[in-house]
C-alpha cells in the first residue's frame, strides 16, 4: 500500500507541474488544500493564498516559465522535487524591468499530499543565480564567492 500511496502522490505533483507548465495559475492552485502552506526559508509559513499571489507576479515577469522535472521521489506523503526553472523577463520582478533576459535556476522542493492535495510545501530556489542572471549582482559575483 505505501507504494502506491507514493505512486499516486508523485503523479499528483506531476500533474501540478504540466499545470504551471501551461500557465494556468488559477488551475495550479486547484491542487492545494483550501488551508496550504509554504514554508520559506526563514521558516515563516505562508497561507496559499499569498504564494499564489507571488507566483502570480513570477509569471507575469516570466511568462514563458518552464519547469523541468530532473527527479520527484516519494515516501508516503512526501514527494521531493529537483527541478530547474527557465523563462525570459518580460515583466517588471522586484522593481526591475523587463530586461528580455532569459534566465535558468535550479529548484529544491518537498510537498506533502493528503488525499490528492498539496497540504504543505516547502521549497529553495537558487536566487542568487537568478538575481546574478539578471544583471541585479555583478556577473562572475557567485564564483567569487564560492
Known amino acids: ?3 502506491d500511496l507514493a505512486a ?13 507548465n501551461s500557465g494556468d495559475l488559477e488551475g495550479m492552485t486547484r491542487f492545494w488544500a483550501p488551508d496550504m502552506v509554504h514554508h520559506g526559508r526563514d521558516g515563516a509559513p505562508l497561507p496559499g493564498a499569498e504564494v499564489a499571489a507571488e507566483m ?10 518552464r519547469l523541468t522535472v530532473h527527479s520527484l521521489v516519494a515516501e508516503g506523503d512526501l514527494v521531493a522535487t ?15 524591468p523587463p530586461t528580455g533576459r532569459r534566465v535558468s535556476c535550479a529548484l529544491l522542493g518537498q510537498l506533502r ?11 529553495v530556489a537558487d536566487g542568487l543565480y537568478l538575481l546574478e542572471q539578471l544583471g541585479l549582482l ?4 557567485l564564483q567569487a564567492t564560492a
Open 1 to 3: 500500500m505505501p507504494e
Open 8 to 20: 499516486t502522490n508523485k503523479a499528483v505533483v506531476r500533474r501540478l507541474i504540466d499545470t504551471w
Open 56 to 65: 502570480g507576479r513570477f509569471m507575469r515577469a516570466f511568462p514563458d516559465l
Open 82 to 96: 529537483r527541478l530547474t526553472v527557465e523563462g525570459t523577463h518580460r515583466g517588471e520582478y522586484l522593481g526591475l
Open 113 to 123: 499530499v493528503v488525499d490528492g492535495a498539496v497540504v504543505e510545501h516547502w521549497g
Open 138 to 141: 555583478p556577473e562572475g559575483f
